[in-house]
Structures are given as C-alpha cells and as structure tokens.
C-alpha cells in the first residue's frame, strides 16, 4: 500500500503569541521585517496552514507602501498609503506582530481620528511592471495633484474644486476663516458681477 504525506492542514484563524488577537484569512496584518529599523511589512491574510508538526504558514499578498514602489512616494500619497500588490508568498506565521486595517480611500477621509493601526488603498500595484490600477485619478487645484488626504484643501463655493490653501497664497487659518471660501479665479468673477 503507498504511503500517502502527512498533508497540510488549512486552518481558520491563527492567535498571535503573547496576544490575544486572533488572525482570519481576510484579515490585514503587519509582520516584522527583517531589519527591525524598517517599518512593519503589511498583508492581507490569504490562507493559513499547518504542516504535520503544527508549524503554522500564512499566505499573504504584500501591500506595497509608496516608498517601495518602482515610481517611489510622490507628493499626493498619504503618509498612510499602501498599495495592494499583485505579489504573493508564504511567510512564517510568526512573523505577524499584529493586525491593521486598510480602509478604502473613501472610508479613510471620513475616519474622525487615524489610529496607527489605519491605512488606507486607493491603487492596486503590478509588482512586476510598477503599474497602477486606476491609471488615473482625479485632480484638485492650482496645482492639479490628486487628493493627499494628508494635507487639509478647502472647497470653492463657485467652482465646487477643491484647493490647497498654500497654492492659493494663504494660511490653513486664513482659509478657515473664509466662509464661504472663493478661489482666486471664483472671487474676481464675484468682483466684476458687483461692479455690474
Ligand atoms: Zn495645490
Ligand atoms: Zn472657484
């Protein structure tokens, strides 16, 4: 009769040590870098196994942070951005140190206060190609940058477009105060109805 290997196991969900967090597959997770001065890597969760001596190995697909990417950070991207990569490994199920929560782009904005364990994805990454899905995104401003939930932009009652108000020659505080806030080009515009 042949023998058949003692197979790998999937399991539903793995407790981190010395924790008492417990990982799914789904969930997003950061795991410990090689070189501790760097930050934690992040994952997503795709599959947790175990072997026949209980080691337990998670299958993970990489979230890239801008700093890694072949076109590397840009001005727009958020100090909490990461891209989900096409790039997928087995790692050691030891190497999770603790959970996190990538959020959606829209979800992000609205969060009342970002927590070290929020992120956010707005591009999927072709680790391969350094290629971006959506290719495109919208611009804002003078400047025409995509929105860097980072930095504070406030809304033209004319044009409806948002801007910075660096780009518009002005404080944070003095755009605060501007209720209703007009750009440069809304207010001329209001500035030559009044002469009318
Ligand atoms: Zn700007
Ligand atoms: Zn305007």
Redesign the pocket.
Known sequence: MAKTKPGKKDLDSYSIKGTNKVVRVGDCVLMRPSDSDKPPYVAKVDRIEADHRNNVKVRVQWYYRPEESVGGRRQFHGAKELFLSDHYDFQSAHTIEGKCIVHSFKNYTKLENVGPEDYFCRFDYKAATGGFTPDRVAVYCKCEMPYNPDDLMVQ??????WFHPICMGMTIEEAKKLDPF??S???SEDDAKRTF
């Not at 033209?156 to 477009?161: A, L, P, T």
């Open positions: 033209c009652e004319g044009c409806k477009d007009l750009c080009d809304c207010s």
